[in-house]
């Protein structure tokens, strides 16, 4: 079976573990900072905080960034459920700006209208969908204008750049940016993520509620009398001086995450050569197109998505993905829009919300993209597809 996504892993990687597992720290030991240096440097940031996914991530970053009772957080909803449900941890309440059709990104445009509506907003999260950098420039203007940070979901991204070669994770355009480390991710630690920002402020915030909200770095006492101790620091005491959560992340996953890393480039070169050759083959196919065109020398290509003018060619989505499976093809749908979910069709969004998103959804389709995928089974996918869509 040719999978939609895959890590990959060599002997490099597995040693990289087997030596934390022979090793006395398995967490809350060097590796974690030895990450974190890694992809602040790769990036350009001032300052990274590795946690326990990329969920945790969008979770704290909202949190920080204010999101709570009666403020809003704004995101696109073409994208992963955790990026809207980041604001119902917090308490707060979410707002959808659709696409640009071109780019399956969050529009300029419709964030706009969207902030205007709603002026209770505290966060906006653009999603680089498929690794593809948003107008960043614009977001943050706009945003900016309206008191509202912004928070770069950048799951799919790392390894992106901005079209002024910045890369995706720098914070030029933002407050904090997430990443995300699941296995199909640009680089695998089994599970884990990242917030960069260049704000020292928001950094040792996220530092504290990654682990409980206890006191962290040099924050202060706030009960010095019970701190001290005839003149010296009381050896076992700690302040839990606000409510955090254990989103901390295993030495074992950063010693495989720093591991990846160092082929991260490589990873995204092999991509943006895959995606190429996608590209080529695809130009003369009548009712499928590639849906992000552009930008393949920025974009870290997470995934490729195909739009299919199912009608045309007289069969479902769920025909097509079957008759690719009976050839041994896996495929996948990225994503269904977040506000036709059934729990956010509860709190009462609907279709009607995000129009382009829907359009886009109704054609969409993954097909096999990752490191080992080999030429050889790209044409079979592009063979496939031809005998299937025409």
Known sequence: MIPYGRHHLDAEDIAAVVDILSGKQLTQGPMIDAFEEAVATYVGARHAVAVS????????????????PGRRLVTSPITFVASANAALYCGGSVGFADIDP?????????LE?????????????PVHFGGLPCDMEAIARIARARGAMVIEDAAHALGARQGDGTPVGSCTQSDMTCFSFHPVKAIAAGEGGMIT??????????????????????????????????????PWYYEMQELGYHYRITDIQCALALSQMKKLDSFIARRRALAR??????????????????????????????????????????????ALRARGIGSQ????????????????FGPSDCPAAMAYYDQALSIPLFYDLTDAQQAEVITALRDIVG
């Open 277 to 322: 050759s996608y590209d080529a083959a695809f130009a003369d196919f009548a009712h499928l197109r590639p849906a992000q065109p552009e930008g393949r020398d920025q974009s870290g290509l997470h995934i490729y998505v195909v739009r299919i003018d199912f009608a045309a060619i007289g069969k479902t989505r769920g025909d097509v993905m079957r």
């Open 53 to 68: 996914s990329g969920t945790a991530a969008l979770h704290l970053a909202a949190m920080a960034a204010g999101v709570g």
């Open 113 to 125: 209208q969207t902030l205007a509506a709603h002026p209770d907003t505290a966060a906006v999260i």
């Open 102 to 110: 071109a780019t399956v990104n969050m529009s300029p445009e419709a």
């Open 197 to 234: 920002t260049n704000d020292t402020a928001l950094y040792r915030r996220l530092i504290r509620i990654r682990s409980h909200g206890i006191n962290k770095l040099d924050d202060p006492f706030q009960a010095p009398e019970a701190a001290v101790e005839n003149g010296q620091p009381n």
């Open 333 to 348: 749908v990225h994503y269904i829009p977040v506000p036709i979910q059934p729990h956010y069709a509860a709190l009462g």
